[in-house]
């Protein structure tokens, strides 16, 4: 039996809202772009969304609207894709790892205050796995030392903690639809934002701080257009908008059907000796978006071999950040500096999670995992 790591949700709607655009004008942004962005705003019940390539980009843009660069610092965490770093990185700016929960793989909140210092900028949590980062506690934080906070949700577009949405206590949010992501073009991201300023900012920092865009420019009377500063070159297209147009509509069923397979492995793995795996915290609507297992460091790579052996696609989400080659180098980290992120990172392995990992596949997967009594 084959199962690949992960498939996407697309289908007949999203293709042929495709060839919509095909037979337009418009590939670049225009019309659809405009429709997904007003659409992701209506559902994560923000006043201003912003579609563009990446949730890189999203990042970088974010930080370079607060003129966080040079000398300045961004708490983060080591426990995330490389992105979250590298964008600060780009910025000229400065990561500043906290260690995470041992429980969820999450920022630690409580070490956040210890780091803070006259350099710090901004604080950028990641809601990991699809599941919320202790947003409260890190406002507070932010409001005492007057810091930004920029929300790294490419994880959790559907997450809620504390009755607190995913935007509603930080400044930025941004977004990526990424091939394995919930939603997906293959590749593409977005910011939400509650802040008109923030969002005419965006609008041209996405596409080289022009005041005009091409579709602005053509489709009434030419209007010339000025370049106001230096900005991206980040629009989504609407042929990645009109993928994802659709895709909203069918979410929360996409997440009740990940939550299942979710609450599946967790009771098959529950009493499992040689597994772990993060936990769902009280209060949390957790948007499902990998499923990892936790085993022994040193029977980590070996539990992976097995399972691609048994014909399941797996993959490692994350190695601790700070343990990379560019970051052990240029800011002298080493092992021991971040236990926690170290020990997930060393002991992870996500499996499929998607709605189309059928009940059989499943149970294949679920059965394998458990037949791994010693490796």
């Not at 019309?31 to 912003?50: D, G, I, N, P």
Request: charge should be negative; charged fraction near 25%.
């Amino acid at each position: 039996m084959k199962i690949e790591f992960c498939r996407h949700n697309l289908d007949i709607r999203d293709k042929e809202e495709v060839l919509k655009v095909f037979d337009s004008v418009f590939l670049t942004t225009g019309e659809w772009t405009k429709t997904f962005e007003q659409k992701l705003a209506s559902f994560l019940k923000s006043k201003y969304a912003v579609g563009v390539a990446s949730c890189t980009n999203a990042l970088e843009m974010a930080l370079k609207y607060f003129n966080i660069g040079e000398g300045g610092e961004v708490i983060t965490t080591p426990m995330s894709f490389i992105a979250t770093a590298n964008a600060i990185e780009y910025c000229g700016a400065k990561p500043v790892f906290v260690d995470v929960e041992k429980n969820t793989g999450n920022l630690n909140a409580d070490l956040v205050e210890s780091v803070v210092t006259d350099k710090t900028r901004a604080i950028l949590p990641v809601h990991l796995y699809g599941q919320m980062c202790d947003m409260k506690k890190i406002r507070e934080i932010a409001d005492r030392y007057d810091l930004k906070i920029i929300e790294d949700c490419a994880h959790c577009i559907e997450g809620k903690r504390d009755d607190i949405l995913i935007g509603q206590l930080s400044d930025i949010c941004c977004f990526s639809f990424y091939a394995t992501k919930s939603i997906t073009c293959g590749e593409g991201g977005a910011l939400s934002c509650n802040d008109s300023e923030i969002y005419d900012w965006l609008i041209k920092a996405r596409l080289h701080g022009m005041s005009k865009s091409a579709s602005d420019r053509y489709s009434k009377h030419y209007e010339h257009y000025d370049m106001e500063f230096l900005g991206y070159k980040s629009n989504m297209s609407n042929i990645l908008a009109a993928l994802l147009i659709h895709q909203l509509d069918r979410i929360e069923n996409l997440l009740i059907a990940r939550q299942k397979l979710a609450e599946n492995y967790d009771d098959a793995f529950r009493h499992n000796p040689f597994v772990d795996f993060p936990r769902v915290l009280p209060g949390s609507k957790h948007s499902r978006h990998l499923y990892t297992i936790w085993v022994k460091k040193e029977k980590r790579d070996e539990y992976m071999h097995r399972l691609q052996d048994a014909g399941i696609g797996v993959a490692v989400n994350y190695r601790s950040i700070h343990l990379m080659k560019y970051y052990r180098e240029k800011y002298g980290y080493q092992e021991g500096d971040f236990p926690v992120s170290e020990k997930i990172g060393d002991a992870t392995i996500s499996i499929p999670l998607y709605p189309k990992l059928t009940e059989a596949k499943a149970t294949h997967v679920i059965n394998t995992v458990n037949q791994i009594t010693s490796v």
